[in-house]
């Protein structure tokens, strides 16, 4: 039997090679786009689990404030607890090298005379530049160990100085030693760098804080110490001692448990893609199965041969089955370097993605664990397998007799039609009664009836074809036989109307949603930005960010001549309940700031009367997912330990899925102690031009890490980025657009080939070749028509759940419905033309049949 | 004479292979033989030299110009009014200076030295030897040194996993120190007043330790300080009362390149005199060099070199742990003042072994003194570093 396979596989390519290799190419996307998803969610995390072993790998636990960084002296609390081996603190920040480009280097301050081993002094360590004078590292200013990765890049030796920024703060740096990071932690970025705790906190942070404190705990005495579930055990213990110990300001975490948390924190993000690659996967999965179809239709003779000279129904079977899987490899083997690729040539913009909202590390490498190949192989081998199942199982219960007579199977697609249709509401009823019933509160249950719809979506389609095709009066030999002939080749052509049809309906829905979601956010800056200049340092980067300016800085530009008022913004993440959210601090006291907040609930005026006092206003997602409201109590964990703030006012926002808090600038510096500013908004003197202020102070102030933008820039910016965090949406469409296009060139291609005693008979009967050239791209246009049409259907669904259901489930921002017309229209003329081009070389195909193909037992 | 060995020795250089590594050391050498040789060519320190002009009780406290200096205590105490001693005990601050001027940063980990605290105590009714130590930069929150201003002279957070500090005060005459240890069981609080009063160790305090002109410290003592207070072992107090010897000495020179450790003897004859000598040994394991001071019981001193004495090993010990082969029994023979004395460890197995800087081992304990007879003669404590296959002197 092995032998046969081989045998006519061989055969088969050689047959019809193209059918053959898009159908490898549509497992291999289905697989390629699971995978892409996958190798850049692993390596997001794998980033973040990179520096974390790099610089923490010695310890089992970590001390991280709820609300930013810690006052130094928990220090002495954790050593005294009895459950504690060592512990050392880490200040960490984000410097930005002035460089072409310039880049973020992810500074770790560090004890350096302190003896506890470092994963990076272990007993052997290799290579000159690993060693150092410890009295340049204390004493020398600006003394840096960076990766050896990051030097050579940079062309950087020992005694190398280079400029960075953290906020306005400015320093020169010297590169004191070499450090092979990788070796410790292969995942580890290279743009690691460590110094003395004294330089990092004196030179670009804050005397008397740190923002972890590391912790080894004692196991000595303990059974079986240094295995892992002791430790452990030791650990959790220390862990609730020491969370006892420091207050509800502080928290106390594992590794792994820190590890889970930035999985928390891409949780929203991983799920979209993951649903989308889904989708993709199950438009590839329809190819499969037309594919199989078609393939098996041509073969029935070769079949009912096999059967007559004594092949069993499960021989048969599995022969179908195997060829079918031998699909499923060559598509996983395709899949795979795509599936890299894909990932690869989007990491740039994931990982900013990733650092832009979630401020993780920045992804720098793939990674590619054994698992993963695994799973690719089982979503190719099995959903080949799966895709050929029905009509393979189909074929082999067969009667021999009836195999080798040639007939075509429309007429019991006909007649299942309706009981698919029926199966099709059936489903939708039965997602629909509970979603009702049951699933709303559930998190998910929007993708459940995304499941269901997609589900539905091609088991409509028959009866749409039939329904649509058979009733078209015929007119001759042109476009009304050709669609007619669609209804007759119903098994085959609906599949492709299915196919096309789902990836229609993402294409439509989503662009719907992200259409309405970017309208809404433009309305939504209108009416927030207001300024009309906006500026921050170079190296703030996001609500996290602890870059701020100088309060000498923010003085001479209050006092600058354009200037009429200046507004200034401090922010941080912090605890509420169980959410992790952002407050900030904003000077309410500005005359106009009523206007400035679209306000989902509470009185403008009331609202900001309350939050001068010390209420605090609060997002839409937080109101959302907190269930907190209008007058009640918001609570916020602070270094001190946890305060409640009257809530004022709830607001539209869509800067934060997460959630976010917002008061007045003295009742911030009451929470989290007086500090400076990370962004300034400057209100212009009247008549003057944002643009042209914007270039004199860049001028006034080249010498300063500062970053001006106009309003308009802004707001460009913010939709540029907005756009960047959609592109791996906009990249998995494309994929799936593509998919459904093969698959009409592939049903055209079978139709083809199985009417070709057909079409020789009417060019025997005088049919001209720009009729058949017509007859198939009318069938093309038809298949296009009818799936867009079920396409769109499903996409208006699919919007409305994306929008009103898993937005709101997962973000909690209100999206309102804006139609992208222009967009749709191009997407649908688009894919008209797709459709049109994909029949085109099915139809040539078709047209160039010669009567002589004329075949008396296919009559 | 106390631990002083600041360069690294030849076979440790070279198995470390070339240049000073810290990312690749912190295993291999303890960090004070790393600031060492880091620090040689850049920094600079005041060099002990003769002619200082000591100046009490000020000179009690810090002299931050030169890169080492420890106060050093150690005695033998009686608990709960028994008559014979139960308890030996050593406590020690370290100071070790990490840079010689303070580094530019605001920011309080912008500090010049570390401290570094050793507290060991021997209980001879149960033969057990216990050592507690710890080491943190001076930074406000967890130790340092302070100005004479008030009478405290250093203090330390406890070693990890204590909740409580060590301190080491001036009294007005002599010292009181306190320290605690709750993994090792060990806690004391003790008080001192001197019975003899201080005595220069060399000529005006200034004490040589080599050849060389900048091998030298300077180096005073009370040698017999009475000592009460209370001491917990294990959870148990018991009220202890005792004799004491302090040093306190101050430096920036190192071991020469051929000396490999020393041996320390400091000794409370029954007859009112006191006896120390140290010897620094070299590869070979013959004395090098040595210094001794003889006090009388009216505390007159007299200063002896290598050529007055001799130190005979009766009997070792090997440790288990580092593979040290230490003596644990002498003969000491001083003609000159015509002394012979046996000098016998109280329990043997008195080796500190730290666990924050690994190979850092050295054997420190209370011995008695007796003629060939086994006559008591007299306490005391001796102290031998660089005996250990990889084994180095505290400092």
């Not at chain 1, 090679?17 to 786009?33: D, Q």
């Not at chain 1, 150092?132 to 890049?153: C, H």
């Not at chain 1, 669609?483 to 599949?495: E, I, V």
Request: with cysteine.
């Amino acid at each position: 039997m092995i032998r046969y396979l081989i045998h006519t596989a061989w055969a088969h390519f050689r047959q019809g090679p193209i059918l053959y290799l898009l159908t490898v190419f549509g497992v291999a996307l289905g697989v390629a786009s699971v995978m892409g998803i996958q190798i850049i969610n692993r390596s997001a995390v794998g980033a973040f689990r990179g520096s974390i072993q790099a610089i923490s790998s010695n310890a089992d636990l970590s001390v991280l404030g709820k609300s930013g960084p810690l006052p130094e002296t928990v220090l002495p609390t954790v050593l005294a607890d009895p459950g504690v081996e060592s512990a050392w603190p880490v200040y960490r920040l984000d410097a930005q090298v002035s460089a072409d480009p310039p880049f973020y280097l992810e500074v770790y301050g560090l004890d350096l005379s302190a003896p506890q081993l470092r994963p990076w002094s272990a007993e052997s360590a290799p290579g000159q530049e690993d060693a150092y004078d410890l009295s340049d590292a204390l004493s020398k200013p600006g003394w840096i160990a960076v990766s050896k990765r990051l030097a050579e890049r940079m062309g950087w030796e020992k005694g190398s100085t280079f400029q960075v920024s953290q906020g306005t703060r400015q320093a020169e740096l010297e590169v004191g030693a070499m450090v092979d990071f990788e070796r410790f932690s292969p995942q580890s970025s290279s743009k690691l760098a460590v110094m003395d705790i004294a330089q990092a906190q004196g030179l670009l942070g804050r005397r008397g804080r740190v923002h972890q404190v590391d912790v080894r705990v004692f196991t000595q005495g303990r059974r079986g110490a240094e295995g892992g579930e002791p430790r452990e055990e030791a650990g959790k213990e220390v862990a609730q001692r020491l969370e006892d110990a420091l207050g509800p300001a502080v928290e106390v975490l594992s590794g792994k448990e820190r590890e889970d948390q930035a999985r928390d924190l891409l949780g929203a993000f991983r799920l979209n893609l993951t649903a989308l690659s889904l989708i993709s996967l199950f438009v590839g999965l329809f190819l499969i199965y037309s594919s199989t179809q078609a393939s098996l239709v041509r073969r029935r003779q070769e079949f009912g041969l096999l059967r007559s000279l004594g092949a069993t129904r499960r021989q048969l079977l599995t022969v179908i089955l195997a060829e079918a899987a031998w699909l499923g490899v060559l598509g996983v083997a395709l899949g795979l370097p795509v599936g890299y690729w894909v990932a690869s040539s989007n990491l740039e913009v994931v990982s900013s993605t990733v650092t832009n909202i979630y401020l993780l590390s920045e992804i720098e490498s793939l990674q590619f664990p054994p698992w993963l190949l695994a799973l690719a192989a089982s979503i190719g081998l099995g959903g080949a397998v799966l895709g050929a199942w029905l009509p393979a199982l189909d074929m082999s219960r067969q009667d021999p007799k009836d195999l080798l007579v040639a007939y075509t199977l429309h007429e019991r697609i006909a007649h299942s039609a309706l009981g698919m249709a029926a199966l099709a509401v059936l489903i939708l009823a039965g997602a629909g009664g509970w979603y009702v019933w049951l699933g709303r509160g559930w998190q998910p249950s929007g993708f459940v009836l995304g499941v269901a719809l997609l589900a539905a979506l091609p088991l409509l389609s028959p009866m749409l074809v039939r329904l649509s095709c058979g009733r078209l009066p015929l007119r001759g030999f042109g476009w009304g036989y050709s669609l007619r002939a669609l209804g007759l080749d119903l098994q085959k052509t609906a599949s492709a109307v299915a196919a096309l049809s789902v990836a229609v309906s993402m294409l439509v829905g989503i662009t719907l949603m992200i259409g309405s979601f970017r309208k809404t956010v433009e309305v939504w800056m209108e009416a927030t930005i207001q300024a009309d200049i906006y500026i921050t340092t170079p190296s703030w980067r996001g609500r996290r960010s602890e870059a701020s300016i100088s309060p000498d800085l923010v003085e001479s530009l209050r006092s600058h001549p354009t200037v009429k008022a200046v507004d200034r913004l401090r922010s941080r993440q912090t605890v509420s309940g169980s959410n992790r959210i952002s407050i900030a601090g904003v000077d309410l006291h500005l005359s106009g700031k009523e206007e400035r907040f679209k306000l989902l609930a509470g009185d403008p005026k009331e609202a900001l009367q309350a939050a001068r006092q010390g209420a605090a206003l609060i997002s839409e997602p937080l109101a959302r997912r907190s269930g907190l409201g209008l007058g009640d109590q918001l609570e916020v964990t602070v270094p001190t330990g946890q305060v409640e703030l009257p809530i004022a006012a709830v607001y539209y926002d869509y800067g934060s899925e997460r959630g976010a808090a917002l008061v007045d600038w003295s009742t911030y510096a009451d929470l989290f102690g007086p500090g400076p500013p990370s962004n300034l908004a400057l209100y212009l003197r009247p008549g003057l031009e944002a643009e042209q202020v914007v270039e004199q102070l860049q001028e006034e102030f080249a010498a300063t890490p500062l970053f001006f933008r106009s309003n308009r820039n802004l707001r460009q910016a913010a939709l540029q980025i907005f756009d960047q965090t959609f592109a791996v949406v906009r990249l998995l469409q494309g994929m799936s657009l593509l998919i459904a296009a093969c698959a009409i060139t592939l049903t055209l291609l079978i139709l083809a080939r199985e009417r070709i005693s057909e079409l020789a008979l009417y060019r025997a009967l005088g049919a001209a070749r720009r009729q058949i050239l017509g007859i198939y791209l009318g069938k093309g246009l038809g298949m296009a028509v009818l799936g867009l049409a079920l396409g769109w259907l499903g996409g208006l669904a699919l919007a409305a759940l994306l929008i009103f259901v898993i937005n709101r489930a997962y973000f909690g921002w209100t999206v309102q419905v804006y139609w992208p017309w222009s967009t749709l229209a191009q997407e649908t003329a688009g894919i008209l033309l797709a459709a049109v081009l994909a029949a085109i070389y099915p139809a040539l195909r078709a047209s160039r049949t010669p009567a002589t193909e004329l075949n008396r037992d296919e009559m | 004479m106390r631990c002083r060995s600041f360069a690294p020795r030849r076979q440790d250089a070279k198995k470390r292979g070339s240049g000073l590594r810290v990312f690749a050391s912190w295993r291999e050498i303890s960090v004070f033989l790393l600031l060492t040789v880091g620090l040689l060519g850049t920094e600079q320190w005041r060099q002990a030299q003769q002619g200082y002009s000591w100046s009490f009780p000020q000179d009690h406290w810090v002299h931050p110009d030169y890169r080492i200096e420890w106060w050093y205590f150690t005695g033998h105490l009686r608990a709960n009014g028994q008559e014979r001693p139960r308890f030996g005990y050593q406590f020690t601050f370290y100071r070790v200076g990490l840079l010689s001027q303070a580094p530019p940063f605001d920011s309080d980990w912008s500090t010049r030295s570390l401290i570094m605290g050793h507290a060991a105590v021997t209980d001879l009714e149960s033969g057990e030897h216990r050592f507690s130590e710890l080491l943190y930069r001076t930074v406000p929150m967890l130790g340092g040194f302070d100005s004479t201003s008030g009478p405290r002279i250093a203090w330390s957070r406890a070693p990890t996993g204590t909740d409580g500090i060590w301190e080491l005060h001036w009294n007005g005459e002599a010292f009181d120190f306190n320290a605690r240890d709750d993994r090792q069981g060990l806690a004391f609080d003790l008080a001192t007043t001197p019975r003899k009063p201080l005595i220069f160790q060399g000529p005006d305090g200034y004490s040589q330790k080599g050849r060389g002109a900048d091998s030298s410290s300077f180096y005073y003592s009370f040698t017999r300080l009475d000592t009460r207070g209370t001491l917990s072992w294990d959870g148990q107090f018991y009220a202890v009362e005792g004799q004491s010897w302090m040093d306190h000495e101050f430096s920036s020179s190192v071991l020469a390149e051929n000396q490999v450790g020393w041996d320390w003897f400091s000794l409370q004859l029954e007859d009112g005199r006191e006896i120390m000598l140290y010897q620094l040994r070299d590869r070979s394991g013959a004395a090098d060099f040595g210094r001794g001071t003889i006090v009388s019981a009216q505390g007159e001193t007299a200063f002896i070199d290598l050529t007055d004495w001799t130190v005979q090993p009766q009997r070792h010990w090997d440790s288990p742990a580092s593979g040290g082969r230490y003596p644990v029994q002498w003969t000491l023979r001083i003609p000159s003042h015509n002394l012979r004395l046996q000098v016998v460890a109280l329990l043997d197995d008195q080796e500190n072994r730290s666990r924050l800087l690994p190979n850092l081992d050295y054997w420190e304990g209370p011995v008695q003194v007796t003629d060939a007879q086994g006559s008591p003669l007299g306490r005391g404590f001796v102290e031998m570093t660089g005996y250990g296959k990889n084994s180095r002197p505290p400092i």
